[in-house]
């Protein structure tokens, strides 16, 4: 079975509907979504909507969580904290009924599903784990493969049992028996990793094949609707 993980939308509708239209052109059985589909962007009711809509199955990111939870938002810097106050501004409660759904983890077609690192951590970045925490993490983990968002970076990590090997997440590759993954799969509405398009992946579930996929938007749209949302406009500057 063929699909797409997406995560790190952060309400750019635009972005999104550019990954779901080229989700389209290939034979995707189901989409998932790794979290932060709200916060810094300008259409977190249309975003969830859409989710919705589409039947896309979604965990929480840390920015859902700073909605749902008052005590979650110090974890935010302040621009973070501005952004989340408006994002919650522009969400119907209905919108919000449906995040309090999300659970913090789910295990689909044998690969784990989480925002920020296994097994179930919202908040826990990938890129700040060293070896001998990834070599732990990796013996407690059941799964031969946990896909992460959360830096808005692409990586992969792997381990043999012995060692643990890192890098950047390459345009195709196919997952060994042998080996555990962690993949990060990048950001759909806020790329960080040197490409302003949007990423998601693929994965043949029956192959192990994975393909990245680098979908360009229209991102002026979205830069400008940052700014007229009353949102903090670095978060629009830093699209391009």
Known sequence: ML??????????????EAVLADIDTSQVGA???????????????????LLGRQ??????????????????RN???????????????LLSEAAIKD???????????????????PPESALTYLCAMDDSDLAA????MREHICFVGHTHDLELVS????????????ETMRFELWRQYIVNIGSVGQPRDGDNRAKYVLYDTVRRELTLRRIP????????????????????????
Request: hydrophobic share 40%; charged share 25%; with cysteine.
């Open 159 to 170: 381990w043999d049992g012995k060692h643990v090997e890192r890098g950047l997440l390459p």
């Open 99 to 117: 995040i309090r759904h999300m659970p913090l983890a789910m295990v689909r077609h044998g690969c784990r599903m989480v925002h920020g690192y």
């Open 55 to 72: 039947r896309i199955e979604s965990v929480l990111g840390n920015h859902e969580l700073g909605l749902l939870h008052a005590d979650q």
């Open 3 to 16: 699909i797409a993980v997406l995560s790190d939308i952060h309400a750019n509708l635009t972005a999104f």
């Open 217 to 240: 938007y229209d991102i002026k749209t979205t830069a400008e609707s940052i700014v007229e949302k009353g949102l903090p406009r670095q978060y629009a500057d830093r699209l391009w």
């Open 75 to 89: 974890w935010f810097n302040h621009h973070a904290r501005r952004a989340l106050s408006r994002t919650r501004e």
């Open 137 to 140: 993490t990796f013996r407690r």
């Open 31 to 49: 989409v998932y979504s790794l979290g932060d589909n709200v916060g810094y962007g300008p259409e977190p009711e249309a975003v969830v909507r």
